[in-house]
């Protein structure tokens, strides 16, 4: 995500990397929610970075971004969001958070994610749905991922 503001620009980020040989989500933010992990209808917010998460890019130049990792299991579900599908301007931000890990954990009891790509998609339209409306003022933007055993993969990826 991206904001113009002249000579000033900013942008929050996500970077993430899977490591397969490990089982590791490796990843840094950048001013932006931080990842969603939903593990057997668990649903929590991944652990912040040493040093908490960091400003948005462009806004201390030379800014030093640690990042945080996780092991995933199989099955494991991580969710990355922009917060224009939870932010509510006149709300406090923590309170977003819980409206999202809420809706997440709710989502997921009605009807788990079946196996293989459509049931995820499935989950995040659903889990999108519930939390999108009127009050939106900004992009909103959901991507899910989630673990798999190497061998459901044609191509032997570890993430669908």
């Known amino acids: 995500m991206a904001c113009a503001d002249g000579i000033e620009s900013t942008a929050t980020a996500i970077i993430a990397r899977f490591h397969p040989e490990r089982d590791l989500l490796r990843w840094t933010c950048a ?11 668990e649903v929590t917010q991944l652990p912040e970075p040493e040093g908490g998460p ?7 130049p030379g800014t030093d971004y ?9 099955g494991d ?6 917060d224009g599908l939870t932010e509510r301007r006149d709300r406090d931000p923590d309170e977003d958070t819980r409206r999202f890990l809420t809706a997440a954990r709710q989502c997921f009891a009605q009807q788990p ?23 939106r003022t900004d992009d909103a933007t959901l991507l899910a991922l989630r673990r798999i055993h190497p061998s459901q993969g044609a191509d032997k990826q570890a993430l669908t």
């Not at 579900?77 to 922009?82: D, F, H, K, S």
């Not at 994610?113 to 009050?135: E, F, I, M, T, V």
């Open 66 to 74: 640690t990042a945080a990792a996780v092991s995933l299991e199989i």
């Open 31 to 41: 001013g932006h929610p931080r990842p969603v992990l939903v593990r057997a209808g």
């Open 54 to 60: 960091g400003p948005p890019l462009g806004v201390l």
């Open 113 to 135: 994610p079946g196996a293989g790509h459509d049931g995820l998609d499935d989950y995040a339209r659903r889990l999108a749905a519930h939390l999108d409306g009127s009050h």
């Open 77 to 82: 579900i991580v969710l990355l969001y922009t």
